[in-house]
């Protein structure tokens, strides 16, 4: 005769909070940055401040070059207004805006009655002081030159040094205008 089967075992299905805590640990898993990752962090974070930092000086050379040059077409455009003005001093001989700067006093409170020539001379004297107070480092200097011709014909001239890189640069501002003669 059989004997009756014995009921096979299941598994019994412990409860999870009854098994001792050694099992129910996880391998420890890391938790937050290492502290490589935060060196990493800092470096890439340094570097890309050190770019920005780079741009915002980019930016500033750039525009202190941008109004040293307006500056420039400013003060030259200046002196051609005086020249167009005193028209006459190009009937001096040797032309008075082709010649040496002085400072005749016919300008301000206490002008004096000038000579066209004496005008020229005074219009290049407060020209080139204007020149190296406006433009930076006052390295400024200008020229007119002057070809003989009907109509006069003007070429002004601004120089001045600017810094490029590592070293300087000179850079040259040139206009010419033509004025009738009276």
């Known amino acids: 005769m059989c004997s009756p089967q014995a009921p096979a075992r299941r598994r019994s299905q412990v409860n999870p909070t009854l098994q001792p805590r050694r099992m129910q640990q996880r391998p420890a898993r890391p938790r937050g940055f290492t502290m490589i990752e935060m060196l990493v962090a800092l470096v890439v974070l340094a ?34 207004d005086r020249i167009r003005a005193n028209r006459r001093a190009g009937d001096a001989p040797n032309n008075a805006y082709g010649g040496a700067a002085a400072d005749n006093g016919c300008t301000g409170a206490g002008a004096v009655s000038c000579t066209p020539a004496q005008m020229a001379a005074d219009d290049l004297y407060h020209w080139q002081r ?53």
């Open 130 to 182: 204007q020149l190296s107070r406006a433009i930076a480092g006052g390295t400024a200097t200008g020229t007119v030159g002057v070809i003989a011709g009907t109509p006069q014909t003007y070429t002004i001239t601004v120089n001045w040094n600017e810094r490029a890189g590592t070293g300087v640069a000179t850079l040259q501002y040139q206009t010419q205008i033509q004025v009738p003669t009276s």
């Open 47 to 80: 570097v890309g401040m050190l770019g920005v930092a780079s741009l915002f000086g980019i930016s500033l050379h750039a525009g202190s070059s941008a109004i040293t040059r307006m500056q420039a077409v400013n003060l030259a455009t200046d002196l051609a």
